[in-house]
């Protein structure tokens, strides 16, 4: 089923690009008959379309070929890795079984050990025990003793600590009224120095303003005079660039590429258009009179001005008669 839907696909896809290169070929026929096209870029067209179609005749038969090759590889591989699979199931099975009888053997051991020790360390830890309980009891006796030493040493500690914060609470009394006083003192001092000084800033800036206003009132008509001569000039330009940008093209276009020329940016160029939608590139030459020209063909109507000077390589694309001259950026 998965076979019937690829060749219905691709049979579908074949007969698109026939209709395709079929409209392709109708509008170079009229281009030729337009003079837009000359017989010998229209010849060099459909000679790159040929080879084009018998290349990807070519890459299609080796894809089926490959594909064939490597369902059969797959095949083979699946056979040997299931064999393979199978004698190693089998070994492992046997190394578990041994394994397995190993490991009960020497678990048998380890609980017999296990019990002989653990019927030592109990003896051991009821000796043990024993022993602390007694060094306890003797600690119990000496803690008693400090703890009763430390508290009356606490509460002498405590009463020297009362009488001196008492006599400090006093002097830090005396000594708070006085620095109250002196700072009243000061702080009256600086507010009236700060007053006289707001009031003679604000005189200053009121004196300031005033000539500030007046030289406004003076300059203002001219501002505006050149601000709206600037914001007309901007408008008009504005409106042409937009126009430019916005025109549509379908069919046959010559884009004429302005020297200095890198091939470089050519070739990259070409890549940029082949990717636009609807657009097809149909043939890149030149000749010394008229220079390096792409020829492209629009298949719907499209801002091929605004889609040109989004593209990376391109310094600057504008109309020239039927064609669009195009400046690329330097490398």
């Not at 008959?33 to 890459?59: C, F, H, N, P, S």
């Not at 390096?292 to 298949?299: E, K, L, N, P, W």
């Amino acid at each position: 089923m998965e076979a019937k839907e690829k060749a219905k696909r691709e049979a579908e896809e074949a007969r698109k690009a026939k209709e395709k290169d079929k409209k392709e070929a109708e509008r170079i026929k009229e281009a030729v008959k337009e003079g837009r096209l000359t017989q010998e870029e229209a010849d060099k067209i459909k000679k790159r379309w040929e080879e084009e179609a018998k290349e990807k005749a070519k890459r299609e038969a080796e894809e089926a070929m490959r594909v064939k090759e490597a369902e059969e590889a797959k095949e083979r591989a699946k056979q040997e890795a299931e064999e393979a699979r199978k004698a190693k199931e089998a070994e492992a099975r046997a190394k578990r079984e041994a394994e397995e009888k190993a490991k009960t053997e020497a678990e048998e051991a380890r609980k017999t050990k296990e019990a002989e020790a653990r019927a030592k360390r109990e003896a051991e830890e009821k000796a043990k025990r024993k022993a602390e309980e007694a060094k306890k009891a003797k600690e119990a006796e000496a803690r008693a003793k400090r703890e009763a030493e430390e508290k009356a040493k606490r509460e002498a500690e405590e009463a020297r600590k009362a009488k001196e914060a008492e006599a400090r609470a006093k002097r830090e009394a005396q000594e708070k009224a006085k620095r109250e006083a002196e700072e009243a003192k000061e702080r009256a001092k600086k507010e009236a120095e700060e007053k006289a000084k707001r009031e003679a800033e604000e005189a200053r800036k009121a004196k300031e303003a005033e000539a500030r206003a007046k030289r406004e009132a003076q300059e203002k008509p001219r501002r505006e005079a050149e601000k709206e001569a600037k914001e007309r000039a901007k408008r008009e330009a504005g409106e042409d660039e937009e126009a430019m940008r916005a025109e549509l093209y379908e069919g046959i276009v010559k884009l004429t590429i302005m020297s200095p020329i890198d091939l470089g940016q050519i070739r990259n160029l070409e890549e940029h258009l082949r990717q636009v939608q609807d657009l097809r590139l149909l043939l890149t030459g030149g000749s010394v009179d008229e220079g390096t020209q792409i020829i492209v063909s629009a298949g719907k109507p499209i801002p091929l001005i605004d889609v040109l000077r989004r593209m990376p390589p391109i310094a600057q694309a504008v109309k020239k008669g039927k064609d669009i001259q195009v400046t690329l950026k330097a490398e």
